[in-house]
Nanobody, 125 residues
Framework: QVQLVESGGGLVQAGGSLRLSCAAS????????MGWFRQGPGKERECVAT????????YYADSVKGRFTISRDNAKNTLYLQMNSLKPEDTAVYHC??????????????????WGQGTQVTVSS
């Protein structure tokens, strides 16, 4: 497994932006599909965005399309999530995750075996 540490969360007003980072260690993630998931208060965990190992194939939840961008820098072993036009409903703990194989970036959390502790994003209205 790989160790993942998220950063970049915080408190922001609606309409603002944040950039989340996920630093990987323990092994290279350059051959692994990765994703961002979130869990809001009283809600189930949901997939936000995923990216395949080379960054060519990306998935976005309908609720974030056009506002969020997932990217990766394999040389830095880091995953990013640029979040623009934030809404109060984006408030959640955001986790990054890595699949254990050369996948396309599943939207199902069961397909990921490495998870970070999460970073809190709070959007005020």
């Amino acid at each position: 497994q790989v160790q993942l540490v998220e950063s970049g969360g915080g408190l922001v007003q609606a309409g603002g932006s944040l950039r989340l980072s996920c630093a990987a260690s323990g092994r290279t993630v350059s051959t692994l599909a990765m994703g961002w998931f979130r869990q809001g208060p009283g809600k189930e965990r949901e997939c936000v965005a995923t990216v395949n190992w080379i960054g060519a194939s990306k998935y976005y939840a309908d609720s974030v399309k056009g506002r969020f961008t997932i990217s990766r820098d394999n040389a830095k072993n880091t995953l990013y999530l640029q979040m623009n036009s934030l809404k109060p409903e984006d408030t959640a703990v955001y986790h990054c995750a890595a699949e254990p194989y050369h996948g396309s970036g599943s939207k199902y959390s069961r397909d990921y075996n490495s998870w970070g502790q999460g970073t809190q994003v709070t959007v005020s209205s």
